[in-house]
Structure formats: C-alpha cells, structure tokens
C-alpha cells in the first residue's frame, strides 16, 4: 500500500537530548513536510523540502534540523535548543509543493521528561 | 502576516442534522481551499477542497463554498453520522507564502446520539 509511515508513533526524551523522528513515503512525491500540532492550534509548518538535497525552514524552525538525501526520506531531529518540544508532529508530502494537496503520516507523539 | 480565522471551534449537533464550519482569510490573491478531517491519533486527510474559480463544490453530503469578495468559504455537512464526529481543519494556500498552506486552528465537531 502506498502511504506515509511515520515512527515510532510515541517517543519520550529526556531534557537536553536530542531526538530524531523517522517519515518515510512510497508515494513518489517530490516534496515532503514537517508540521508541529498544539492543542488548539492549527499546524505550524517546521521544515518543507521540494526536492532531494534541498530544504527551507518554515515558521518556527529554531531547535528543529532536517535532512533529505533519498526522496523517500525526510527525518527530522529535535534538538536541545527546542525550547518546548512536547507536541504531536506530523509529516507530510504532495507531489510538488504547487500541487498542495497533502498526505499525512499517523503522527509522532514526542514526551520530554 | 496571512492568517485564516476559523469558527467555532466546536460544534456539536444532533446525529441527522446540518453542521456548517467557517474560515476566513485576509489575501485576496488567495487561491486554494482545502479542508482536512483528523481522527483522533491519526494524521489529516482531505476530505474537499475548492479553488479560487469555483464558488461550491459538492461531494455527496459534504459541500464547501466560497465568498471571494467576502474572504470566506464554509465546510457543510448534511446529514451528520457519528462517524463525522472529528477534528476539521481549513487551509489556504497563499501565492505569496511560496504556495504553503496556512492552517485554521481546527473544529471539535461532535455528534450527538
């Protein structure tokens, strides 16, 4: 089945350790997503890639690294600097970044302890 | 900067009634509508979506339209099912954001029994 699998689905850090969560797609789209989720919120974009090898930040990218060496691939890392990482993170991809309609991944629960 | 205002944030209605959810947008040059269901624990999935030459689009009990003058468009669910109770999110998609979307902060529809 073609989709977007994002893990581990719940994942608990500790203060002032960095974590990284995985997404993958076998969908063959060019460009993939980061969105952080607050209660009451709507998403806030992380990071956007549009291509291999290429990716620009979004709003609230401070604490946050990304890398795209495989089209499949697109992992993002909390780091310690995130000043408030718990939240729900969810990545994404479309076809391009003009063809915005968006597919989701199951999301990542990230628990600093 | 862009910003989609979406009401209310939660709606509860009577299994078999109307349920109707409104965002509003401040660029004119505006030109994608897209709305997104989430489930809880799972990613948004795009359930319709509308485009800047449209002004209502129907997909069997769900229909979305757009006031361009007025920089608004609204989610209709007829018929409403307990499997409709969810989280709804609005999006726009502004040309001058390099085609991101901005997001609604969402609606908590709840189907009453």
């Known amino acids: 089945d073609g989709g977007i699998t994002q893990s581990p689905k719940y994942l608990f850090r500790k203060e002032g350790q960095n974590v990284t969560l995985s997404c993958e797609q076998n969908l063959n789209h060019d460009a993939m997503y980061w969105y952080r989720q607050d209660p009451g919120q709507g998403l806030r974009l992380i990071y956007y890639?549009?291509?291999?090898?290429?990716?620009q930040k979004g709003d609230i990218a401070e604490g946050y690294s990304v890398s795209r060496e495989k089209k499949e691939s697109f992992p993002l890392t909390v780091t310690s600097a995130q000043k408030n990482p718990t939240a729900f993170y969810l990545c994404?991809?479309?076809?391009?970044?003009?063809?915005?309609?968006?597919?989701f991944g199951q999301g990542t629960r990230l628990t600093v302890v | 900067g862009e910003n989609v205002e979406q009401h209310p944030s939660t709606l509860s209605v009577q299994e078999g009634d109307s349920a109707v959810i409104k965002c509003t947008y401040s660029?004119?040059?505006?030109?994608?509508f897209p709305w997104y269901k989430q489930e809880l624990g799972k990613g948004p999935q795009l359930i319709i979506d509308?485009?800047?030459n449209v002004g209502e689009k129907k997909d069997q009990r769900i229909a979305v339209t757009l006031n361009k003058t007025a920089k608004h468009f609204s989610l209709h669910i007829t018929e409403t099912q307990p499997e409709d109770s969810a989280v709804y999110f609005c999006a726009v998609r502004y040309p001058d954001s390099n085609y991101q979307l901005i997001w609604g902060a969402g609606t908590k529809l709840i189907i009453k029994p």
């Open positions: 994404a991809s479309s076809i391009t970044t003009v063809n915005t309609e968006a597919f």
């Open positions: 509308i485009r800047s």
């Open positions: 890639s549009q291509i291999v090898n290429d990716f």
């Open positions: 660029d004119s040059a505006s030109n994608y």
